[in-house]
């Protein structure tokens, strides 16, 4: 069973920028591929990006694209998701997930099994 550990969520202003974190335990998350997913209270959860093991495959929704960037970090064996331009709406916790099967597109839908333990994101004057 696969065990994902997010970081770097925390409190920013209008604006600004947050790098959140995706590690594996005890496995090179990296090698896999994963999604961002990110609920506010009251609101479904929301796909926001993903990654796909190797090559350049991607996704963004509407909602984030061009503000924020999933990358992967071969050497540090994480993923992590560069959030700019930061807006109130952004405000939620944010999840990273992936699964016991290579990420290989972006494409359609992917049935992520492994899920970390959210980080919170707040963005506020």
């Known amino acids: 069973q696969g065990q994902l550990v997010e970081s770097g969520g925390g409190e920013v202003q209008p604006g600004g920028s947050l790098r959140l974190s995706c590690a594996g335990v005890?496995?090179?998350?990296?090698?896999?591929?994963a999604g961002w997913f990110r609920q506010a209270p009251g609101k479904e959860r929301e796909a926001i990006s993903c990654?796909?093991?190797?090559?350049?495959?991607?996704y963004y929704a509407d909602s984030v694209n061009g503000r924020f960037t999933i990358s992967r970090d071969n050497a540090r064996k994480v993923i992590y998701l560069q959030m700019t331009d930061l807006k109130p709406e952004d405000t939620a916790v944010y999840y990273c997930?992936?699964?016991?099967?290579?990420?290989?597109?972006?494409?359609?839908?992917?049935?992520?099994?492994?899920w970390g333990q959210g980080t919170q994101v707040t963005v506020s004057s």
């Open positions: 005890g496995f090179s998350v990296n090698e896999y591929g």
């Open positions: 990654i796909a093991a190797y090559g350049d495959s991607s």
């Open positions: 997930a992936s699964r016991n099967n290579i990420i290989k597109s972006c494409e359609g839908n992917i049935d992520y099994n492994w």
